[in-house]
T-cell receptor
Framework: GQNIDQPTEMTATEGAIVQINCTYQ??????LFWYQQHAGEAPTFLSY????GLEEKGRFSSFLSRSKGYSYLLLKELQMKDSASYLC?????????FGKGTRLSVIA | DTGVSQDPRHKITKRGQNVTFRCDPI?????LYWYRQTLGQGPEFLTY????????KSRLLSDRFSAERPKGSFSTLEIQRTEQGDSAMYLC????????????FGNGTRLTVT
C-alpha cells in the first residue's frame, strides 16, 4: 500500500526555523519530493531526495532516511511569503503519491 | 517555454452535463499526468501518459472519467454526467520520463457542479 503522513497545520514566527516532518510507505520507493503550494496556485517543486542525508538549497533543506521511511523539510529565516502548504510526495511503482499537505502560517 | 497550460481556468456546469478540460504540457516532456485536488487535501492521482500511451488509468474515479492524449502532445480529461462530488481543482502536470524528474504543474481547472 501507499501512505503519506504529515502534520495538518503548523505556525512559526518570522525569522525562525521550522521543520515539517513526513513519514511514508510506498511500493518500490525511489525518491521523495517536496512541493510548495500557495493558496489558489499550482504546486511548485522544492526538492528531491533519493539518498539518505540532507540536501541543502538556500533557505530550504530536505532530509531523507530510507530505512525509517522518514523525511523532513527545514525552512530557515522564515519570511511571510513562506506561508503556504508544503506537500510531501513519494515516488515508487506508481506516479507521485502526495500527502495531504502541511499548512504553514508564518506570523510576525 | 511558458510551462504547463490548462484551459479553462474555471468551469461551472449543471449536474448531469459533460465537461472537457485541456492540458498543454511543456513541449519536451513526454509524460503527462492528471490529478484532482479538493480543499485541504493533497493532489490525488488520476491517470498518466507517456507519449500517447495511457500507462495507468485504474485510479480514474469512475467510468464517467476518461482521458486522451491522441498525438502525444496535449491531453483532454472528460467527465460525463457530472455530479456535485466532482467539484474540485483538476491539475495537469508534465515531466521527463526519468526517475527523479519533477512534475511541473499547470494552474489547474476549477470545476464547480451546481
Amino acid at each position: 500500500g501507499q501512505n503519506i503522513d504529515q502534520p495538518t497545520e503548523m505556525t512559526a514566527t518570522e525569522g525562525a526555523i521550522v521543520q515539517i516532518n513526513c513519514t511514508y510507505q510506498t511500493s518500490g520507493f525511489n525518491g521523495l519530493f517536496w512541493y510548495q503550494q500557495h493558496a489558489g496556485e499550482a504546486p511548485t517543486f522544492l526538492s528531491y531526495n533519493v539518498l539518505d542525508g540532507l540536501e541543502e538549497k538556500g533557505r530550504f533543506s530536505s532530509f531523507l532516511s530510507r530505512s525509517k521511511g522518514y523525511s523532513y523539510l527545514l525552512l530557515k529565516e522564515l519570511q511571510m511569503k513562506d506561508s503556504a502548504s508544503y506537500l510531501c510526495a513519494a515516488s515508487g511503482n506508481t506516479p507521485l503519491v502526495f500527502g495531504k499537505g502541511t499548512r504553514l502560517s508564518v506570523i510576525a | 517555454d511558458t510551462g504547463v497550460s490548462q484551459d479553462p481556468r474555471h468551469k461551472i456546469t449543471k449536474r448531469g452535463q459533460n465537461v472537457t478540460f485541456r492540458c498543454d504540457p511543456i513541449s519536451e516532456h513526454n509524460r503527462l499526468y492528471w490529478y484532482r485536488q479538493t480543499l485541504g487535501q493533497g493532489p490525488e492521482f488520476l491517470t498518466y501518459f507517456q507519449n500517447e500511451a495511457q500507462l495507468e488509468k485504474s485510479r480514474l474515479l469512475s467510468d464517467r472519467f476518461s482521458a486522451e492524449r491522441p498525438k502525444g502532445s496535449f491531453s483532454t480529461l472528460e467527465i460525463q454526467r457530472t455530479e456535485q462530488g466532482d467539484s474540485a481543482m483538476y491539475l495537469c502536470a508534465s515531466s521527463l520520463a526519468s526517475t527523479g524528474a519533477p512534475l511541473h504543474f499547470g494552474n489547474g481547472t476549477r470545476l464547480t457542479v451546481t
